[in-house]
């Protein structure tokens, strides 16, 4: 089956740089891959995604790389505010079922 | 983005009781939707997949007579914790599928459980 492994597990960084997160997946079926941010208390939100026939994709302050090759794909957030502060989760669509990242946890330190 | 209503968002019951936690999909229909457990600065683990109209799909290790899930439309399915005891507290979270919209996956806000 499908295996997600991201890193770092904690990030910190300080207002107005930016932060890179990576996730790998073992499978190369995997054709879709989300990235969820959650606060505390709160369900995931969706807040970027791309497909596997994609290389980048960009949202305002936020992007996603894909490297189908090397099978790894990287959230990209530049000029980080403190409202960034939460725990982000990368996923892979396999089969009919996601499989997630274990998830890291960001600080942006004003 | 697609609207997943969840409630309650909290719930605390004694040991003993049952607890039912709806999931409703607001502007679209979902004919698949998931249910989650989280635990304390961990992951989304999976437990069950529910299909509307059908019997859900059950991870390992889940037990279905302990966790029932309904999915009785297109735009609600229920999670029903059976006798609930103090080990069955944790972050409850569902997911709806965008039947519309391809894969793109939808979370609730989460219903957090405490079993005295």
């Known amino acids: 089956g499908e295996n997600v492994e991201q890193h770092p597990s904690t990030l910190s960084v300080q207002e107005g740089d930016s932060a890179v997160i990576k996730c790998t997946y073992s499978?190369?079926?995997?054709?879709?891959f989300p990235w969820y941010k959650q606060e505390l208390g709160k369900g995931p939100q969706l807040i970027i995604d791309?497909?596997?026939?994609?290389g980048e994709k960009k949202d305002q302050r936020i992007a996603v790389t894909l490297n189908k090759t090397a099978k790894h794909f990287s959230l990209h957030i530049t000029e980080t505010q403190p409202e960034d502060s939460a725990v982000y989760f990368c996923a892979a669509y396999y089969g009919q079922n996601f499989v997630f990242g274990p998830g890291t946890r960001l600080s942006v330190l004003p | 983005g697609a609207v997943v209503s969840q409630h309650p968002s909290r719930v605390i019951c004694k040991s003993g009781t049952s607890v039912k936690i709806e999931c409703r999909s607001l502007?679209?229909?979902?004919?698949?939707m998931f249910w989650y457990r989280q635990f304390p600065k961990q992951s989304l683990m999976l437990m069950a997949t529910?299909?509307?109209?059908?019997?859900?799909?059950?991870e390992q290790g889940v037990e279905k007579d302990k966790f029932l899930i309904n999915h009785a439309s297109l735009t609600l399915s229920t999670l029903t914790v059976t006798s609930a005891h103090p080990e069955d507290s944790s972050f409850y979270i569902c997911s709806a599928r965008d039947q519309g919209g391809g894969e793109k996956l939808f979370f609730g806000s989460g219903t957090q459980l405490s079993v005295l």
């Open positions: 499978d190369s079926a995997s054709n879709y």
């Open positions: 529910s299909n509307e109209g059908s019997k859900a799909t059950y």
């Open positions: 502007d679209f229909q979902a004919t698949t």
């Open positions: 791309i497909r596997s026939n994609v």
